[in-house]
Nanobody
Framework: VQLQASGGGLVQAGGSLRPSCAASGRTFSSYAMGWFRQAPGKEREFVSRITGTGSSTYYADSVKGRFMISRVNAENTVYFQMNNLKPEDTAVYYC??????????????????WGQGTQVTVSS
C-alpha cells in the first residue's frame, strides 16, 4: 500500500483544513486508517483512526469535537476535517494504514504503511 497525503497548509487559529490521504491498491477497505502528528522536538502521537468499513472512529482527547475522520472506500481515500484549529495543533500530519481493519489500535507500531506527511501550521 502506498499512501499520499495532501491538504495541509497555514491557517489562523479558529480556522479549518481538510487534509486527505489517497491509497494505492484494490484492498483499501481491508485496512484501518489512522492519522498521527509530530511537532518539532516531540514524539509522533496518535490523533485519529477509522476502521476498514468506516463504522467506527477514534480520537485523541485533544481533538475530540474538533476533528472528524472519514473515508470513501470507492475512492481509496481517507479525509480529515480539522475545525477550530489551535496553535498547538501545528505539526506534520501523517496518514497510516493498519492491515487489521478492526479495533482501536493507536500505537505507531500497529501501522505498517505511512504517507510522507503534510505540514499543518496554525498561527495565533
Amino acid at each position: 500500500v502506498q499512501l499520499q497525503a495532501s491538504g495541509g497548509g497555514l491557517v489562523q487559529a479558529g480556522g479549518s483544513l481538510r487534509p486527505s490521504c489517497a491509497a494505492s491498491g484494490r484492498t483499501f477497505s481491508s485496512y484501518a486508517m489512522g492519522w498521527f502528528r509530530q511537532a518539532p522536538g516531540k514524539e509522533r502521537e496518535f490523533v485519529s483512526r477509522i476502521t476498514g468499513t468506516g463504522s467506527s472512529t477514534y480520537y485523541a482527547d485533544s481533538v475530540k469535537g474538533r476533528f472528524m475522520i472519514s473515508r470513501v472506500n470507492a475512492e481509496n481515500t481517507v479525509y480529515f476535517q480539522m475545525n477550530n484549529l489551535k496553535p498547538e495543533d501545528t505539526a506534520v500530519y501523517y496518514c497510516a494504514a493498519d492491515p487489521n481493519p478492526f479495533g482501536s489500535a493507536a500505537e505507531p507500531g500497529d501501522y505498517d504503511y505511512w504517507g510522507q506527511g503534510t505540514q499543518v501550521t496554525v498561527s495565533s
